[in-house]
């Protein structure tokens, strides 16, 4: 199993909006093919800050799904309506979350 973890820090003023958004993101994901668990949750310490953890059955299900309009649209509102974001897959650095869904994502211009 592999798990995707991904922590955004929204704009006060963009929550609800982030929110709404990532909710459905989590709802579709979990019908993905290796989705295991996908939850949404804001940060106890922080109300600008939302957390969404991922279980996905091996690395190439993943991969395919960073490849996806699904988590193309994800990025886009995270980008969007947060600050700042960090992708960190099995609790690795923000650089290897990072690094890991750019080469992901650059395999379909090859």
Known sequence: MVTLSISTHVQA?????LWSTLQLVTDR??????C??????????DQNMIR???????????HAYFRSDLFSALLGAVKLLGVSHAIRIDDGSEAEGREAVQRARSMDRL
């Open 13 to 17: 003023d963009k929550r609800d909006e």
């Open 36 to 45: 295991l668990d996908s939850r949404l949750a804001w940060d106890a310490n």
């Open 29 to 34: 994901t979990e019908g993905e093919v290796g």
């Open 52 to 62: 969404m953890d991922q279980t996905w059955s091996d690395y190439a299900r993943l």
